[in-house]
């Protein structure tokens, strides 16, 4: 036994997988058994209960923990083991075969770095080895090792080994998944479990314990160009702290950072921690952190933060490979709740591409909807932008999962980012704003002298609607109330600024006047405007370059009509201008731009 | 100097702190004052420099050992701790105590004395100290894990939990049970407290007796192992030699037990 020093400790996730009945919980049980790792007394213990029960003793018994599942014979839910050997720390994880629980299968395998894969030498490949080897490659999981139980059901027989892992092996390399090794076992008699068996000479290879000491540590994000999404803003002293766990890369004090997708912009002051010294100057991937920034710009949670030259993907439309896990089937067209890293947006699907069969890995009609535990491919649309990767390129920030009412019911996997028609303002906005010129004087400082922050109130609707009206009614409100508001009159820039263009170029005047109002937000007002010339798609343009500055999107009509999409007060019929643009001020103060009264420290949502 | 690994955990248990912390209006922590739980409290403070933004729960049973009451207090005001204390007064004046049964006892007054406060103060998610080497159904708990309108635990149904993406809706009336130290074994949280030199309740060492806790609980049911350890090295240099299970001196562990108490929202 070695003193008690500190040594250098490797520690690796390890999920055993496979069909239910093919032995996993067994192989697990027989593992620690054949290794002395199980506590004094809990084999003793689990003969005595199976002795009281009347039944024969199983391995699998040691770690179903359940009374349902000794009942049952199955695991239901993953268990997490810990196990150590030769210096070595694995955390195991059992998880369950049968579909019915492949959600619990898929948690499992989710948090590990290596897979046993375990296929029963009678029964030979079937439809959930095939479907956890698709969803093992999905995960990410690359290191595989094949067990084949059960050889001494088949007399321990070298041509029924060799023919499973002939079939397996042309299946694997479909998902360009290589397994490290197949290796023949009896896990009920221990043959090859932590003992080499005298049952099969013919097995030149590893036991499967050997087997757990050739799977590699994954190498660390560190190298990788930086992500840092953004979980919270914290303000709890005089402090304001930018927490997250790095996800790659590294970061350290002086370094630039640009936060997609809001594309704002600062130097790291300090790292913060808590009784750690000295005080840490960087912190790197895998890392739960905290940062402060020389300026006090507004960031959310789920930005993330990169460098300049290698700043992550902005997009509202992506392709992916999903496996579905919910209650519902996934639907095209209906809204579900999008997650990566710590945003969170609202999205739908547009396009089901395929339903890949796991079992074959043959395409399937088209359809509409995605069943439960099916894996498809898929075209996601975000109702906002966001920042992401590829998953080839960025693991971390290059997956997702999707949220349906409560629970998680699908994640998946980022192939190629799909330009929308807003990709070239976006680039534009983009580069604009980190090239931005900017003065001592910050949004922050601004909104502290202004007492409310910049936004854009933006009022659409037919003719002879009320639009003007009500804009100079709400400015006057605003203005009166203290507040610092100007009303932008899209048919004002025709004869000036506009003045040099043909009447029908509606996409550059629609251009122009969003550039327009970025500049006046940027002056820290609440600008009001309306737009006879400009139709809903427009609106979706002026949001992107004047992004992230919140945007109330109001709509007049004389009648009952459909309003534009992110319509967020909608005022048909006849109008009681007052209690509108009062309305339109609660809306304000909801989105946190005001303050709920004038003095009072304004209360925003995000950032300070 | 922290390992690689306990820096990896501790990664971990911020990140399910700061998740808890923004995704729940109406948070608490339980402290029952032993080794995991002063280590929770510990990573709480990690996670939010150096502040406590929750207010931290002791379901007092009135069987606990005395000292620990003193380390809670002098605790509570150096580290400026909101403390809420819970006790199931009317379970205790019908005189419930365990020699009436020692799964009726923590019942009654954990369980129960957990779910009256939850319903009292409408908590929405409840940082506890479980960790999955402790027993056979810990193992099987998820970071961010749901109960019910009545505080149960629907072990068959368990939410998927991926890629660091946990339960944080749900519906009204319901909680979630959040378990930052899932990962870590007994001798981690050692290696941590030594390593973050946190200042941990002295019942653990032996005090020349030959005797020391290696669980805290209540007095009763509670009894200490044999050892000499003295000192958190010594402690550690004992679990690792060690193959007695770390709970062998908790009473209600006994045949299904836990099980039994954990679906009925037993921590």
Not at chain 2, 28 to 48: C, E, H, I, P, Y
Request: with cysteine; hydrophobic share 40%; net charge neutral.
């Amino acid at each position: 036994m070695a003193t008690a020093i500190a040594r250098p400790t490797e520690h690796l996730n390890i999920v055993i997988v496979g069909h239910v009945d093919h032995g996993k919980s067994t192989l697990l049980g027989r593992l620690y058994a054949d290794t002395n790792s199980l506590p004094e007394g809990k084999l003793d213990k689990v003969r005595d209960i199976c002795r009281q029960q009347g039944k024969a003793f199983e391995y699998a018994f040691l770690f179903d923990a359940f009374l349902e599942e000794q009942e049952q014979g199955i695991t239901i839910d993953t268990a997490r083991t810990f196990f150590k050997w030769q210096d070595r720390h694995y955390i195991i994880i059992d998880a369950p075969g049968h579909k019915e629980f492949l959600k619990n299968m898929i948690s499992g395998a989710a948090r590990a770095e290596a897979a046993l894969l375990v296929i029963d030498a009678q029964e030979g490949i079937k439809e959930q080895s095939k479907k956890h080897g698709y969803l093992l490659s999905l995960l990410g999981i690359r290191q595989v090792a094949v067990v084949v139980n059960k050889m001494d059901l088949v007399g321990y027989r070298q041509d029924v080994f060799e023919a499973i892992e002939k079939e397996y092996r042309e299946f694997l390399s479909q998902l360009k998944v290589t397994p490290e090794r197949f290796v023949p076992v009896s896990a009920k008699l221990g043959d090859n479990i932590a003992n080499k068996s005298a049952n099969m000479p013919w097995y030149g290879g590893t036991t499967v314990l050997d087997s757990l000491g050739l799977f590699r540590k994954e190498t660390s994000r560190e190298q990788q160009p930086l992500r840092f999404p953004v979980q919270d803003v914290y303000k709890f002293d005089a402090r304001r702290v930018i927490a997250g766990r790095i996800a790659a890369g590294r970061v350290k004090v002086g370094d630039r950072l640009v936060f997609s997708p809001s594309n704002k912009s600062a130097l790291v002051k300090t790292v913060e921690a808590f009784n750690v010294e000295p005080v840490p100057t960087e912190a790197t991937a895998g890392q739960s952190t905290g940062i402060t920034l020389d300026e006090q710009i507004f960031i959310e949670r789920g930005e993330i933060a990169s460098r300049e030259d290698s700043a992550p993907l902005v997009s509202t439309t992506f392709r992916c490979n999903l496996f579905w896990m919910g209650r519902h089937p996934l639907e095209v067209g209906k809204k579900y709740l999008l997650r990566l890293a710590t945003r969170e947006v609202e999205c739908e699907v547009a396009i089901i591409h395929r339903i890949i069969d796991a079992s074959d890995l043959a395409s399937r009609e088209t359809r509409t909807i995605v069943g439960r535990n099916e894996v498809a491919e898929l075209t996601i649309r975000t109702k906002a932008p966001i920042a992401f990767d590829l998953y080839s390129d960025s693991e971390v920030t290059g997956r997702f999962v999707l949220v349906d009412q409560y629970d998680v019911s699908g994640g998946g996997i980022m192939t190629e980012m799909v330009t929308d028609e807003h990709t070239v303002l976006r680039e534009e906005a983009r580069q604009r704003d980190i090239a931005w010129v900017k003065g001592d004087v910050g949004a922050d400082d601004r909104a502290r002298h202004f007492g409310h922050r910049a936004a854009l109130v933006l009022i659409t609707g037919g003719r002879y609607t009320g639009k003007s009206f009500l804009a100079r009614r709400l400015e006057g409100q605003l203005v009166a109330d203290g507040r610092h508001s100007y009303l932008l009159d899209g048919a004002n820039l025709r004869r000036g600024l506009d003045a040099d263009m043909a009447e029908e170029d509606t996409k550059e005047t629609v251009r122009r006047f969003g550039e327009v109002a970025r500049l006046l937000i940027d002056t820290g007002l609440i600008v009001v405007s309306t737009t006879n010339a400009f139709g809903g798609a427009d609106h979706q343009a002026i949001r992107t370059l004047v992004h992230p500055t919140p945007v109330i999107a109001v709509h007049m009509s004389k009648a009952e009509e459909e309003p534009p999409p992110n319509t967020d007060l909608a005022f048909p019929g006849p109008k009681d201008y007052e209690a509108i643009a009062a309305q339109i001020i609660t809306e304000l103060k909801t989105r946190g731009v005001l303050a709920e009264a004038l003095g009072a420290k304004p209360q925003f949502h995000y950032s300070i | 100097m922290m390992n690689s690994h306990l820096r990896q955990l501790e990664d971990q248990s911020v990140y399910i702190f700061r998740e808890a912390y923004k995704h729940f209006d109406n948070l608490a922590m339980l402290w029952s004052m032993g080794k995991d739980s002063t280590v929770l409290l510990w990573l709480a403070r990690k996670a939010f420099f150096g502040h406590v933004p929750f207010p931290l729960l002791h379901i007092d049973t009135s069987y606990k050992i005395p000292a620990m009451i003193e380390y809670r207090d002098r605790f509570a005001r150096e580290w400026r701790l909101e403390l809420v204390i819970g006790q199931n007064k009317e379970a205790l004046a019908k005189g419930m105590n365990p020699t009436l049964g020692r799964v009726e006892c923590c019942t009654a007054l954990k369980t129960n004395g957990l779910k009256n406060l939850i319903a009292e103060k409408g908590y929405q998610g409840i940082i506890l100290g479980v960790r999955a080497d402790e027993e056979g159904t810990r193992a099987k708990e998820r970071y961010f894990s749901p109960r019910d309108k009545h505080g149960d635990w629907d072990f068959r149904e368990q939410p998927p939990e991926l890629w660091d993406q946990f339960k944080t809706t749900f519906p009204e009336g319901t909680h979630i049970r959040i378990h930052p130290l899932l990962d870590w074994t007994e001798i981690n949280i050692w290696e941590y407290i030594r390593a973050e030199n946190i200042p941990i309740i002295d019942l653990y060492f032996d005090k020349g007796e030959g005797t020391r806790y290696r669980s805290l609980g209540c007095a009763p049911c509670t009894t200490p192992i044999k050892s000499t350890a003295r000192t958190v090295d010594e402690i550690i240099e004992e679990l690792r030699k060690t193959t007695v299970a770390e709970r062998s001196g908790r009473a209600q562990d006994e045949g299904r037990g836990m099980e039994l108490l954990r679906k009925d929202g037993y921590m």
